[in-house]
């Protein structure tokens, strides 16, 4: 079992879009394992997204992270970093397939609803960030009837 680190973006909490985000991820077979709506910091928006400060979008970015309140969460799952990437499409609105989450909700790239971690590693440092406080260990009754022994 692998854990990702999922964002609901400003965009995305604005538009009423929390529910329907969570219960696709509920509803594929994914645990949830820790949640919070928070309105972070700039300093801290510029941490979780350093890789990309040298980005020229970077500055826009960082607005857009801290325009509102977001919904961070913590998702396990067998294989859920890279489906949760599947299942949010990608980065590009444009070339987002429909039936994503950015595909069905998403136009712009600077307002694309959701974030997702890119990687196992990425996912480690990311849920590290944003949930030092750790994670509930449960797991659902109905293991046996999503995942096989
Ligand atoms: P990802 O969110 O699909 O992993 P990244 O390349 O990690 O994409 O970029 C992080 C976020 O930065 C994107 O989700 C998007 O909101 C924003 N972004 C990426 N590329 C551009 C761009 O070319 N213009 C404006 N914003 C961008
Ligand atoms: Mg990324």
Redesign the pocket.
Known sequence: METTFIMI?PDGVQRGLIGDIISRFEKKGFYLKAMKLITVERSFAEKH?A??SS???FG??VE?IVSGPVVAMVWEGKGVVATG?LM?G???PSESVPGSIRGDYAVE????VI??S?SVGSAQKEIALWFPEGLSEWRSEMHPWIYEA
């Open positions: 973006k997204y890789d990309l980005k020229p979008f826009g970015l857009y990437r949010i990608a980065t590009k790239v600077g307002r694309n974030h997702g890119d």
